[in-house]
């Protein structure tokens, strides 16, 4: 197996509480990892901790061929790596323009490379093609969802860190989101899922994690997962 992330007993906490305690993770390179869990379990903090916004406690995060430890790194740093995380409630600037939103995911980027990537997002989001002079405040929940995916994707990732896409769509929206997700594979993204939506995200994955207070309590390929009889009653609501 080809893992293009490893993380190894990473700890997290706010305060003077560890809300993850020392799990391990393996992201293969140009699969989707769905992590899922119910409220709190620490999913969000453990993409903060992935993608430097928060310094782990302990662990490692193993990147790439050279398994380079990017635990301690800088936010910036890591994001040029190539990890980029789309936060949970999308966290698009209202008062700015479509096309002033993706511009900021290519900051760095020359203007004529810029443009050039956002021709490749417009081509896989036509509805932001249609609205780039609009205010990102009057899209839809959806359209906002594809804005965030959209600024995360300028900056070509190697690694898409997703939280919550589905959070707050109606289910044909949803199942537009995870359509484009499942794309992103097919074009050789690797993707990093943490959803509350279980069954959308167990059902898009390749591999699985389920984790319960900080902890990983289950793991293994993503049908497997979702057959497990714990997961059916706790996630599916089956
Ligand atoms: P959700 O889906 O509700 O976001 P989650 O699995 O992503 O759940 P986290 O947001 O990572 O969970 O939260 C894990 C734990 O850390 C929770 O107990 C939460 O109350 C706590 N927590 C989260 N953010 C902070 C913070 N900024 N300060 C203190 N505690 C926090």
Do not use: C
């Not at 698009?92 to 900051?107: D, K, Q, S």
């Amino acid at each position: 197996m080809n893992a293009l992330l490893q993380v190894e007993g990473l700890r997290l906490g706010y305060g003077r509480a560890d809300v993850v305690h020392g799990i391990d993770l393996t992201v293969p390179r140009g699969r989707i990892v769905s992590l899922i869990g119910s409220n709190g379990a620490g999913k969000t903090t453990i993409l903060r901790g992935l993608s430097g916004l928060m310094k782990p406690r302990g662990g490692h995060i193993r990147w790439g061929q050279d398994g380079a430890d990017l635990a301690g790194e800088a936010a910036h740093r890591i994001a040029r790596r190539g990890i980029v995380q789309v936060p949970e409630g999308r966290q698009v600037f209202a008062n700015m323009t479509v096309a002033e939103n993706l511009r900021l995911g290519a900051y760095h980027a020359p203007g004529a490379e810029a443009a050039r990537r956002q021709e490749a997002v417009v081509a896989r989001f036509p509805r932001l093609g249609e609205r780039l002079s609009q205010q990102a405040g009057y899209l839809s929940g959806g359209e906002q969802q594809m804005l965030a995916m959209g600024r995360a994707l300028m900056a070509e990732p190697v690694l898409l860190l997703l939280d919550e896409p589905s959070m707050g769509l109606a289910p044909l929206i949803v199942e537009e989101i995870f359509a484009i997700i499942a794309a992103l594979r097919t074009e050789g993204r690797t993707i990093l899922l943490v959803e509350q939506n279980a069954s959308a995200a167990l059902a898009i994955a390749d591999d699985a994690y389920v984790l319960e207070t900080g902890r990983i309590r289950l793991k293994g390929p993503a049908a497997e997962v979702a057959r497990n009889p714990e997961v059916t009653a706790a996630y599916l609501g089956l």
